[in-house]
């Protein structure tokens, strides 16, 4: 007997020894490889300015946008694998020094409604009898700066600067602009992304209708329509519950607990609210979720778009919100597809799950480890989803001012399951 335990003890430590700290080989273990999915391609890199919005055209253009500080140009079209060039011009890109002004001692971003500021979003609509292809830009008029002491600010926004811009891709130019009153687009609002619902009979005015997300770190967020006929404006769901944001959430990046650590500011978790947005194929549902939170919201399109004319379409639209449940996790960026399932994207797991209304379940679709921080997605008519990769946890702005990211920045890009396609019937 002692002679028998004496073997297997032995047996036990040699097996034990094969395996040590953060050295996986020879284990016998089950380990998670932190992929899963379809084949991943790299499609493009960044080497000069890290990104944040990207749009595909239905002839496989690609448009990136870059939140402005101390960068050259804010929207950009890639000429090849590794490069991009201003769009649709160096002139409308404006530099560095428009970007800001200061009243009283107080920051504020530029006035400018024709030149672009600070770029957030991009989203392209394809072509109609009333409209042509056109490449939308969300430019929200609040560059980052750096105040005293290296500190960055984020200037108030003043009118004329945050805007909705429409370029023709065919001919470059841009043929709509629209800006918003101070009761619409308040000081420290951020317009963050934007969809599209150009169906005749959405408004009266027969041009389609524009969701906004307004994120707004200062703590309003909310959605803000806009009628693209007659430019009117009008907010719903302002600090409602399903858009604030989660309190004192910390999330996990690459196995890491994270705070935000800014030069000058205590040390403080995300703040940002309502984030995501993606209209159903149909346009009657609009599907949201603050970036910090793990919960999907859903609400009835009719509601949102209810204009103020009824003096109760502010608590109809708050009572007609769907809580969905949990999703496993924050998600930044949404998209969707012609099959109607919710793409989000997931920075905490390196990962895109996707949310399928018929079964009311969210489900993994691709995981990979150069999935760090996906910002910013865009699904092409080709049927591909292409992903920015910035790496944005390790920026300087929440580090203490290091700036921990590696170049080069990315654009992935995956086949959509199912055959699924971009949204075109609003158009």
Do not use: C
Request: charge should be negative; aromatic fraction near 12%; charged fraction near 15%.
């Amino acid at each position: 007997m002692h002679l028998l335990l004496t073997s297997t003890l032995a047996l036990l430590t040699t097996t034990a020894a094969q395996v040590t700290y953060q050295n996986l080989t020879g284990t016998i273990l089950r380990t998670d490889s932190g992929a899963y999915g379809p084949e991943i391609e790299e499609y493009h890199y960044y080497y000069e300015q890290w990104p944040i919005g990207l749009a595909i055209s239905s002839t496989g253009r690609f448009f990136v946008s870059y939140t402005r500080g101390d960068y050259s140009f804010t929207v950009g079209e890639a000429v090849n694998k590794t490069a991009e060039i201003p769009y649709p011009s160096a002139d409308l890109n404006l530099p560095v020094s428009q970007l800001n002004t200061s009243w009283n001692g107080i920051q504020f971003g530029s006035g400018n409604s024709t030149g672009f500021i600070s770029v957030q979003a991009l989203y392209i609509t394809p072509d109609n009898p009333r409209r042509p292809e056109t490449l939308w830009l969300v430019d929200t008029g609040r560059p980052t700066i750096m105040g005293e002491g290296g500190s960055p600010v984020m200037p108030y926004a003043q009118p004329g600067g945050p805007k909705i811009i429409g370029i023709n891709l065919s001919t470059n130019s841009i043929y709509a602009t629209y800006t918003f009153p101070s009761t619409v687009h308040y000081p420290d609002s951020y317009m963050n992304d934007i969809r599209f619902d150009l169906r005749p009979h959405i408004t009266p005015s027969g041009q389609g209708i524009a969701y906004i997300v307004d994120s707004s770190d200062e703590g309003r967020p909310g959605f803000i329509l806009l009628d693209l006929g007659t430019g009117e404006s009008w907010r719903r769901l302002t600090q409602h519950a399903s858009v604030l944001r989660g309190n004192r959430d910390v999330p996990s990046y690459q196995g890491h607990p994270f705070y935000q650590r800014s030069i000058g500011t205590p040390i403080q978790t995300l703040r940002e609210g309502l984030d995501g947005l993606q209209l159903s194929p149909d346009g009657e549902v609009l599907y949201y979720s603050p970036l910090t939170s793990n919960t999907l919201y859903s609400i009835p399109t009719a509601k949102l778009r209810a204009r103020d004319t009824s003096p109760l379409a502010e608590m109809a639209a708050q009572s007609a919100v769907s809580d969905l449940g949990g999703r496993g996790g924050n998600a930044n960026g949404f998209e969707g597809d012609s099959n109607g399932l919710v793409y989000q994207l997931m920075p905490e797991h390196n990962a895109v799950y996707y949310y399928d209304p018929v079964t009311l379940l969210n489900y993994a679709f691709v995981r990979d480890p150069r999935i760090i921080w996906p910002d910013g997605a865009s699904i092409g008519e080709d049927g591909w989803l292409y992903l920015n990769i910035n790496q944005l946890p390790h920026q300087p702005n929440w580090n203490y001012g290091y700036d921990g990211r590696k170049l080069p920045g990315a654009v992935l890009r995956v086949r959509l399951p199912g055959g699924g396609k971009k949204i075109t019937g609003l158009a």
